[in-house]
Nanobody, 116 residues
Framework: QVQLVESGGGLVQAGGSLRLSCAAS????????MGWFRQAPGKERELIAVSWSGGSTYYADSAKGRFTISRDNARNTVYLQMNSLQPEDTAVYYC??????????WGQGTQVTVSS
């Protein structure tokens, strides 16, 4: 069982930056692939970045070059550094832990609002 709590969301102007954090409790955090998702009003949830324990990462096209996912296994935390934010990045951002073939554990989400 893993509990996830996101933080770091807020209101930022276009071009600004935010760093989201996702703190995990429970056992064996380091073995879980960790993903960041987002969901904007009226849109489907979108996977934007993944971090594997071995160091590999994945980015959706919408995140490449602007967002960076990282993790600190000693602190049981995964981060999402978001730069050059645009109004279309406005969404609720969620972190999730993958077990086997599914993202099984989810945080409650944190709102990111980018004003133009």
């Amino acid at each position: 069982q893993v509990q996830l709590v996101e933080s770091g969301g807020g209101l930022v102007q276009a071009g600004g930056s935010l760093r989201l954090s996702c703190a995990a409790s429970g056992r064996s955090f380091s073995r879980y692939p960790m993903g960041w998702f987002r969901q904007a009003p009226g849109k489907e949830r979108e996977l934007i970045a993944v971090s594997w324990s071995g160091g590999s990462t994945y980015y959706a096209d919408s995140a490449k070059g602007r967002f960076t996912i990282s993790r600190d296994n000693a602190r049981n935390t995964v981060y999402l550094q978001m730069n050059s934010l645009q109004p279309e990045d406005t969404a609720v951002y969620y972190c999730a832990a993958k077990e086997n073939i599914e993202y099984k554990y989810w945080g409650q989400g944190t709102q990111v609002t980018v004003s133009s």
